[in-house]
């Protein structure tokens, strides 16, 4: 635009600031697409939890993020690339949920023949008729979700054999636990299964 007229250059400014955001939400909503239907084959190699998610934690470190990692756990199967994409998931919905100046905390445990990670937040929790829901895909009760982030979680965390829950977290918010089995036991499972 030549033209001095600068009501009509704000318009067009604004215009073009708000088309220019639509295209963004367009494009990352694409990618969230893509990246659900193309889900890679895990690469399965012996890893420390903690360690994994002390490193992806490191992207945080504006935000308050407790860890209360066990020392203890033994070492899993996991695809590195699958288990940042699901802590990244779940630490960006709870930090969402939470808003800012809240603390998220993530534990780590062995309990019996299992490794819990569990994920709580200060938020306003999950109710308990969408806890099941809120996984299956294009369900959100974000106003900019797609519903395909927890979807995408739980597909990584069954393919690694494990199962994710949301319960109430002691703070009054949501507390997304996912149990992964041991060595020893998923290893005998296959077996069984075989």
């Known amino acids: 635009y030549a033209g001095h007229d600068e009501e009509y250059r704000?318009?067009?400014?604004?215009c073009t600031e708000i088309v220019t955001e639509e295209v963004e939400s367009l494009r990352r909503l694409v990618q969230e697409f893509a990246e659900f239907a193309r889900m890679p084959q895990l690469a399965l190699t012996p890893q420390d939890l903690n360690a994994v998610i002390v490193d992806t934690i490191k992207l945080y470190s504006e935000r308050k993020v407790e860890l209360h990692l066990d020392d203890s756990l033994p070492e899993l199967k996991l695809d590195l690339?699958?288990?940042?994409?699901v802590l990244i998931n779940l630490v960006e919905n709870a930090l969402d949920a939470a808003g800012a100046g809240s603390t998220i905390v993530i534990q780590t445990r062995k309990d019996g023949d299992k490794v819990c990670l569990s994920i709580l937040d200060e938020g306003p929790g999950v109710?308990?008729?969408d806890r099941e829901s809120i996984f299956e895909p294009y369900v959100s009760h974000k106003q900019?979700?797609?519903g395909l982030g927890l979807a995408m979680v739980r597909s990584i965390v069954e393919e690694h054999g494990g199962t994710i829950t949301?319960?109430?977290?002691?703070a009054g918010g949501a507390r997304f636990n996912i149990d992964f089995a041991t060595p020893d036991e998923s290893e005998s499972a296959?077996?069984?299964?075989s």
């Open 10 to 14: 704000k318009l067009l400014t604004d």
């Open 81 to 85: 690339e699958g288990i940042r994409r």
């Open 127 to 129: 109710a308990r008729a």
């Open 144 to 146: 900019d979700g797609t």
């Open 166 to 170: 949301v319960s109430d977290s002691p």
């Open 190 to 193: 296959q077996e069984t299964n």
